[in-house]
């Protein structure tokens, strides 16, 4: 007899038909377009600011200081990662009283909305002083909205998977970020090729922000059409939605918040620290050219776009814990050899960035939805927006900074690996506390008041 629950059909043998696995495959690519169109809209985004930091800055900023103008533009940039916290505090429980999809739609059109108006915005040549406030407030108002894209694409996405391939699902949330990074990265490349430096001034930095506009209405559409997770529908249906999920998630799940919080940070750090920081790094302590060190970035960021899937994948058939502990654990043990290894030359650089990389994929495509499993459905969205974004706030931006700074207050250049060890055992004490919860159901005691909301558990097949 065939039973059914909000993860999807399910047997006593643990089997599925022909037409109930092609429902899940459809069901899933449907639930990955939705949850992370906006984290690709958002890294795009991220990506074409980083890079066009100079350009950026002769636009806005007065044009007799050009170092000034720099540091304005990266101030501007830090403060967008200040915020987050605050739009996870907003969208967080917002999601968690109205729902995953109705937050998706929000923080998506405000992303884009303030995107396409940067693209519009005149420069400080026509309108003066206005225009870096301008650009300040917009910021400000896409990392208010960004503050709110995990924690909603998060719990959509863990919520809407098949329960036996949940992992697979979720891991999709960081691949778009990958994805959304190198397409940003590009289209700034393409610029760079085929523009003079005039015309990527007066209007070629533009096109990205432009660009990106309808990449964000198409998310909109996508995620306006969607229904809302069968468990917050359930929530709904059983009159179970929380009335205050932050309160409650302090009262109740501390301990879920740290430990969500130290996976977080475990995967903040090496993720800046490779992806972002090692180009600085070569550049300034290994002599390596910008074009070498660009590109085995590029080649990082595709070699996670290829591993974090199957990561996740991996975890829905092993666990969580077992993906994760290994990944921190061998974070832990090769962190300060990788860069004593960077020190041989360019081929021992590429060795120790490509296993860095490897290590950061396996993190990646685990982390995000072993955090979702950790939290019950009433307060997952407080839960995931908080630690994401606090972690985020406090480690994520702060990478080249400190790094800078305590190369230089040590003289010693093998400060990334034992920085990178200190969080590497965060996530691994926060990994051991957490119990196993592949194929969990994703409704916890907790969740069901009194109502016909129910999800009966079964096991990792359904």
């Not at 997770?229 to 879920?256: C, K, N, Y």
Request: glycine content about 10%.
């Amino acid at each position: 007899m065939r039973t059914y629950n909000s993860a999807g059909p399910h047997d006593g043998a643990g089997t599925t038909t022909d037409v109930e696995a092609a429902t899940d495959v459809v069901a899933l690519r449907r639930s990955v377009i939705a949850g992370a169109v906006g984290v690709f809209v958002h890294w795009f985004d991220w990506a074409a600011y980083a890079y066009l930091a100079g350009t950026v800055a002769t636009v806005f900023f007065p044009a007799q200081d050009r170092t000034t103008g720099l540091l304005a533009v990266f101030g501007v940039f830090a403060v967008s990662f200040g915020i987050r916290p605050i739009g996870a505090l907003v969208f967080g429980p917002l999601g968690d009283r109205i729902g995953r999809k109705r937050t998706l739609s929000l923080v998506i059109f405000m992303m884009s909305g303030a995107t396409l108006t940067i693209g519009l915005l005149p420069g400080y040549a026509s309108i003066g002083i206005a225009a870096p406030v301008l650009m300040l407030v917009l910021r400000l108002v896409q990392g208010f909205a960004a503050g709110g894209e995990f924690g909603s694409a998060a719990s959509f996405l863990a919520e809407s998977a098949p329960r036996r391939r949940r992992g697979f699902g979720v891991s999709w949330l960081e691949a778009g970020s990958l994805l959304g990074f190198l397409a940003g990265s590009f289209v700034f490349l393409l610029l760079s090729a085929g523009l003079d430096e005039n015309q990527l001034t007066s209007w070629g930095w533009r096109i990205p922000f432009l660009v990106s506009a309808p990449l964000g209405v198409i998310g909109f559409v996508i995620r306006s059409k969607i229904e809302d997770t069968p468990q917050f529908r359930m929530l709904e249906a059983g009159d179970s939605v929380p009335r205050s999920p932050v309160r409650e998630l302090l009262r109740s799940h501390r301990r879920q918040l740290l430990q969500a919080a130290g996976l977080m940070a475990a995967m903040h750090v090496p993720f800046y620290a490779v992806l972002t920081y090692l180009v600085t790094y070569e550049t300034d302590h290994l002599g390596h050219s910008a074009d070498s060190a660009a590109l085995l970035s590029t080649v990082i960021s595709l070699l996670g776009l290829a591993l974090v899937p199957l990561f996740g994948m991996l975890s829905d058939r092993v666990g969580r814990k077992p993906v994760f502990v290994g990944a921190t654990a061998a974070l832990l043990v090769v962190s300060t050899p990788a860069f004593l290894l960077m020190r041989t030359g360019l081929a021992g650089t590429w060795a120790a960035g490509l296993l860095l990389g490897v290590i950061l994929a396996a993190i990646l495509g685990t982390y995000a939805v072993w955090s979702a499993e950790a939290f019950p459905t009433r307060t997952r969205q407080s839960g995931l927006s908080i630690s994401y974004n606090i972690t985020a706030a406090l480690f994520a931006g702060t990478v080249p900074y400190l790094m800078t700074v305590l190369i230089s207050a040590t003289g010693s250049t093998l400060v990334p690996g034992p920085y990178l060890m200190v969080f590497a055992l965060a996530g691994l004490v926060a990994a051991l506390t957490l119990r196993e919860t592949a194929g969990c159901a994703l409704l916890h005691p907790e969740d069901v008041a009194e109502g016909p909301a129910r999800e009966t558990p079964v096991d990792s097949a359904a």
